[in-house]
Every structure is written in C-alpha cells, then in structure tokens.
T-cell receptor, first 116, second 114 residues
Framework: DVKVTQSSRYLVKRTGEKVFLECVQD?????MFWYRQDPGLGLRLIYF???????EKGDIPEGYSVSREKKERFSLILESASTNQTSMYLC???????????????FGPGTRLTVT | DQQVKQNSPSLSVQEGRISILNCDYT??????FLWYKKYPAEGPTFLIS?????DKNEDGRFTVFLNKSAKHLSLHIVPSQPGDSAVYFC?????????????FGAGTTVTVRA
C-alpha cells in the first residue's frame, strides 16, 4: 500500500512566521504535489516536483516555496505566513510508470494550518 | 478559471437509493477522469476512473458515465450506504506533457440518511 505521511495534522502559527510542512512517501514515486483545499474551491495545486531538485509552479504558488532534496521527501515552505494562508494542506505523490494505473495521485492525511 | 466544475455543493440521499454526482469540464484536452472520495480529517482516496475512449466504467456499487460531446461525467452510487457520506471530488488529466497534473472540481458533499 502506498503511504504518504505529513509531519503535522494540526499547526497554529503566527503571522510573519516561517512555516515548514513536510511530506514523505514510501513508494518511490517520481512526482510529488502540494495542494491546498478550501471550501468551495476544491483542491488547488501550489507546486509540484517531478524529480529531485526539480520543481514547477502550480496554479497558486504566490507566498510559497518548495524543496525536494530526496526523492521521498517534499517540503512546502511559507516564508512569512499570512492569515489568508490558513487552509488544509494536502501532499500527494504519483508514479510516472504507466503500469501503475491512470496516474492517480495518492494523498497524505493533510495538515490543517491556522495562521493567527 | 476552473476547468472542472461540480455545480452541486451538496447532495442528501436516503440509504439504499441512488446517488448521482455530476461534473462538467471545459478543456477538450482532458483524456482521463477520476473520482476521489474524502472523509473529514483524511486525505482524498482514489475511487474510480474512466478513460476518454470509454463511456462507462463500473466497479461494484460505483459507476462513472462519460459524455464527451457534452463534456459531462457523472458518478452513480447504487445502493447508497451510510459509509458513502463524504466529499467527492471530480478530477481530470490532460494529454502529455502535462499529464502528471490533475485539475480538481470544488467537490460535492454527500450525506446518506438512514
């Protein structure tokens, strides 16, 4: 079974703090993703990575950065947290190998971040 | 602009009856569609998918129908069970080279009443 874990389930930070969200997958997947989920907006892609040290912006990258130093680990960084970054953050991974299915993504349990 | 739209934010259905969830899309380059299910405090889990070369895919109580000309797909759950109460997301994948990305709808919250 694919397992995607996220470092925290709940996090409360203050405005202006630097925030790190960590994600680890154990299936040797090439692709990793960070989304945020907000009511009425669904899942919106922040950043994704298709290989170590490689990253591409998603639909809403402003205010975020990412780091992928190892294949299994993908970090989301909020350089200076703001209240509008209060959200549920979901990490996902997927494989490039066609035999693994229709490129479905496997999600972690999410981190509920509150910025006060 | 959202390319995948789920226009019904919520659906309430009696246990044992059919649940029908709808999804519309605007991008004709989408070639694969997926449904995810999400319980509170958990990540979404893959439920069922359909390729654009098919018009129906069935897996147990779940069937997805695709109408390419209308750019519309639907998920049927028969019979609905209390454990089906969750948020359901429709997602779509486009042709390479961007095929690793999924576009998600806003979700439909399903409540199955006993």
């Amino acid at each position: 079974d694919v397992k995607v874990t996220q470092s925290s389930r709940y996090l409360v930070k203050r405005t202006g703090e630097k925030v790190f969200l960590e994600c680890v997958q154990d299936m040797d997947h090439e692709n990793m993703f960070w989304y945020r989920q907000d009511p009425g907006l669904g899942l919106r892609l922040i950043y994704f990575s298709y290989d170590v040290k490689m990253k591409e912006k998603g639909d809403i990258p402003e205010g975020y950065s990412v780091s992928r130093e190892k294949k299994e680990r993908f970090s989301l960084i909020l350089e200076s947290a703001s209240t509008n970054q209060t959200s549920m953050y979901l990490c996902a991974s997927s494989s490039l190998r066609k035999t693994s299915g229709p490129y479905e993504q496997y999600f972690g349990p999410g981190t509920r971040l509150t910025v006060t | 602009d959202q390319q995948v739209k789920q226009n019904s934010p919520s659906l309430s259905v009696q246990e044992g009856r059919i649940s029908i969830l709808n999804c519309d899309y605007t991008n004709s380059m989408f070639d694969y569609f997926l449904w995810y299910k999400k319980y509170p405090a958990e990540g979404p889990t893959f439920l069922i998918s359909i390729s654009s070369i098919k018009d129906k895919n069935e897996d147990g109580r779940f069937t997805v129908f695709l109408n390419k000309s209308a750019k519309h797909l639907s998920l049927h759950i028969v019979p609905s069970q209390p454990g089906d109460s969750a948020v359901y997301f429709c997602a779509a994948r486009t042709h390479p080279p961007n095929d690793y990305k999924l576009s998600f709808g806003a979700g439909t919250t399903v409540t199955v009443r006993a």
